[in-house]
């Protein structure tokens, strides 16, 4: 039976519609076969075999990257012996580095170095769902409500310390720093009662745990060199001290701890995996461990350089700025200080954060390359990343790009200050003292609010300056500090 002719007729479309389609379909595969990827990033000429060895170990690795980053641009790689880097430098391509998910860019491969420091049972020593679960309790242990509670304890502890300090005097402020940030995190951590019996020691342990993650540490973290036999001697006996405190902890709790207790080591205790167990003893002390290493030699650092910063003389004007906004403070509230007083010293928390733009404590970031990926230059030009590749953001470097941050070697708090907000302007990721994306830091919060406690009591109750040369950087360690002692000499203001 013939069909009818409009009834072909309205066959014609369909059929136009599913050739178009067929024909969409052969011009992607073949476009797709034909295209061709882009090239692999420059890479740095250095010696056959030693690659970039030898000017290692004249110019130090900064130097040598930063000859690259002149030469080659915002994306290169770096040949050292048989490993290959891949440095990505600046916001327009690092999106992958910091948004893309764990299966395709990773920090496991690039950070099994930190296993000796932190310990079993925790952070790159398990697998990834259960580190993200561990962080979560980290994170439960940051929310407002619980940082509201470590406000009061960080103000009555820095009043307690700087009360010791006589009429005027000149101290290490490094070290004077060292000790009270290990106080302040010791209150918050594990409440008042075990804080005061271990200062010294943990002080002690958390500096030799520093000095042990040395640059080499990332190649070769079981190295025998004195600094790791230092840093496993040092774990070991962290480990020691802070099972005792978890297991007392336990005993004195047995059915979990009251309200009352309101510190990260009952918060850890009392966190429950999805699966509802319970967090072991191990666990709980590497976590504290963790704790207690990502945040002491970072802020007591910061809060030193915030020191040097302000106390040069060139920076006269920001610390005047910084002085008149404690006495706005002061005029409205008193002397009191919590929380929310906190949020109000915007200036104080500008120099700060220019202080991590200028001496990032984390000097460089790591990732693995588990699949390809592409990255696509300011100026245009596209580079393929291998799989298999190590890359790296290397901070100091990324914070000081004048296309993003105007005179990027002057210390100017301003410029993240209304009308020039520097770090929002350049876009996403311009600004990473604090990592970004999906591993930005937990205790951003916990950090800032530290140092302006400091900060805030010391503008308010002295007047100092600064009796030692600018200090150096150490660029021995992975998390770089000042170098050497930081001499100030203070006044205690009078009360008026
Ligand atoms: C001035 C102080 C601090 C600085 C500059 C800092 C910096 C950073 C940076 C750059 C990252 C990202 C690492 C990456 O992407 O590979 C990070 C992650 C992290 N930080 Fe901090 N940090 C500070 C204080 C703290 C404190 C006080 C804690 C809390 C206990 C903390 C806990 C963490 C954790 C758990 C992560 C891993 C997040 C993840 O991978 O999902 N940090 N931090």
Avoid at 280 to 308: D, I, K, P, R, Y
Avoid at 430 to 437: Q, W
Wanted: hydrophobic letters at 40%; aromatic letters at 8%.
């Amino acid at each position: 039976m013939e069909l009818p002719r409009v009834l072909w007729l309205a066959f014609v479309p369909v059929f136009v519609t599913v050739v178009s389609i067929m024909m969409a379909q052969l011009r992607t595969t073949f476009s797709r076969t034909t295209k061709q990827s882009p090239p692999p990033p420059p890479v740095t000429v250095g010696a056959p075999l030693l690659g970039i060895l030898p000017a290692l170990l004249t110019k130090g690795l900064l130097q040598v990257i930063r000859d690259a980053h002149a030469e080659m641009g915002s994306v290169f790689t770096v040949r050292l012996l048989h490993l290959k880097v891949t440095f990505l430098v600046g916001p327009d391509v690092l999106s992958h580095f910091y948004k893309g998910l764990d299966s395709e860019i990773s920090q496991d491969e690039v950070s099994q170095f930190t296993t000796p420091t932190f310990g079993p049972g925790v952070a790159f020593d398990v697998d990834f769902a259960t580190r993200r679960e561990q962080f979560r309790f980290f994170g439960d242990a940051m929310k407002p409500a619980k940082l509201r509670t470590y406000a009061c304890l960080m103000v009555r502890e820095v009043e307690e310390y700087f009360a010791r300090w006589g009429q005027c005097g000149t101290v290490d402020l490094k070290q004077e720093l060292e000790h009270l940030v290990t106080l302040i995190a010791s209150r918050c951590l594990f409440g008042e009662d075990v804080r005061a019996k271990m200062l010294v020691e943990v002080a002690t342990h958390l500096r030799e745990l520093n000095d042990g993650m040395r640059l080499v540490t990332i190649l070769f973290p079981h190295l025998p060199i004195p600094a790791h036999r230092r840093r496993d001697r040092a774990r070991a006996r962290l480990g020691e001290i802070f099972s005792d405190i978890v297991r007392s902890r336990k005993a004195s709790y047995p059915d979990g701890g009251p309200d009352v207790v309101d510190d990260m080591l009952q918060c850890l205790i009392d966190s429950r995996y999805k699966d509802g167990r319970a967090t072991t003893e191990t666990e709980v002390v590497g976590m504290l461990v963790s704790a207690l290493f990502a945040g002491q030699h970072t802020s007591s650092s910061t809060g030193t350089w915030t020191g040097a910063r302000l106390l040069a003389r060139a920076n006269n004007k920001k610390l005047c700025a910084a002085v008149q906004e404690q006495e706005r403070i002061v005029a409205r509230h008193g002397d009191r200080v919590d929380y929310e007083v906190l949020q109000e010293m915007d200036t104080l928390h500008r120099c700060i954060k220019e202080v991590l733009r200028l001496h990032p404590p984390a000097m460089m970031l790591l990732r693995h390359a588990r699949r390809s990926f592409t990255v696509r230059t300011r100026e245009g030009n596209e580079y393929e990343v291998t799989e298999g590749r190590t890359v790296a953001s290397p901070l100091v470097i990324h914070n000081r790009l004048p296309h993003v941050f105007r005179d990027p070697e002057k210390y100017e708090p301003d410029r993240f200050g209304p009308g020039r907000g520097e770090d929002v302007a350049g876009g996403a990721f311009s600004y990473t003292a604090f990592g970004g994306g999906r591993h930005a830091c937990i205790g951003e919060a916990f950090a800032y609010m530290q140092i302006k406690v400091i900060w805030s009591h010391l503008l308010r109750n002295f007047e100092m300056e600064m009796v030692s040369p600018f200090p150096e950087t150490d660029w021995n360690v992975v998390m770089p500090g000042p170098k050497g002692k930081v001499m100030v000499r203070y006044n205690r203001k009078r009360m008026s």
